[in-house]
């Protein structure tokens, strides 16, 4: 029986610089040819990512931020090149806050983050507020974006993070203000004051003043004062 030699031709794919060819471009998969189209277009929309504070921000309002991840753009020859975004000028600063109370925080060249664009054009809402038109049709913009500080790589850790309150403190922890279900705590160098729930206390070196519901304890040179 004489055998059959015919086998189907794969097809032959766009040969990449480095002589590779795309596996994808071999066989006609409508599924394959779907899911690359998505991740083209999944590619090219900005998302949000870490920056860095180009400069300070003078008014807190607003920032320019460099992006500190690079951009992979394809070549028409089928190579990759990592490319450096711009700087993003007059991005809007997220501070927590609400109610009338805003925690604020001074912004400094280099200091690290995360860009979080928006899905439409926030230029009307940022100039007049309420409720406004986008103004026009372009989404996931690159330059819609909003500031979150605080967000920090490995180089810049935070050391000696409290796991059992809340504070608000220097990098060097040489002020602190701590807020736990005890105490409420403020530090700076080697003074200190709190307030609990048995006591008012406050520290400087060897000094001390303690009040509590009975007595006024005042140390100073190791004298005692009781009233």
């Known amino acids: 029986m ?15 610089a480095n002589g590779s060819i795309d596996i994808r471009e071999r066989f006609a998969d409508e599924t394959e040819l779907l899911e690359t189209v998505v991740d083209g277009v999944l590619s090219r929309l900005p998302k949000a990512g870490p920056v860095t504070l180009a400069e300070d921000s003078a ?4 920032a320019k931020l460099q992006p500190t991840t690079k951009a992979i753009t394809r ?8 490319v450096t975004l711009p700087v993003m000028p007059d991005v809007p600063v997220h501070f927590m806050g609400a109610g009338g109370i805003t925690t604020t925080l001074a912004l ?14 926030i230029d009307g809402w940022h100039q007049n507020g309420g409720v406004q038109s986008p103004g026009d049709t372009r989404q996931h913009a690159m330059w ?43 530090v700076r160098e080697q003074s ?21 519901a009975k007595t006024i ?9 009781n009233c």
């Open 2 to 16: 004489r055998q059959n030699n015919c086998r189907p031709t794969p097809f032959k794919g766009a040969q990449m």
């Open 59 to 62: 008014d807190g309002h607003t």
């Open 75 to 82: 070549k028409p020859d089928g190579t990759t090149e990592e």
């Open 108 to 121: 400094k060249q280099g200091d690290e983050g995360f860009s979080v664009p928006a899905a439409l054009g």
């Open 192 to 212: 200190a004051h709190q307030v609990n729930g048995m006591a008012v206390q406050s520290q400087k070196d060897g000094s001390s003043h303690v009040v509590d």
């Open 217 to 225: 304890q005042h140390v100073a040179s190791k004298i005692l004062l």
């Open 144 to 186: 819609d974006a909003v500031f979150v500080p605080g967000v920090r790589s490995d180089p810049n850790k935070l050391k000696g993070v409290s796991t059992n309150s809340t504070q608000t403190r220097t990098d060097d922890k040489q002020t602190v203000h701590d807020v736990s279900h005890a105490a409420v705590t403020a």
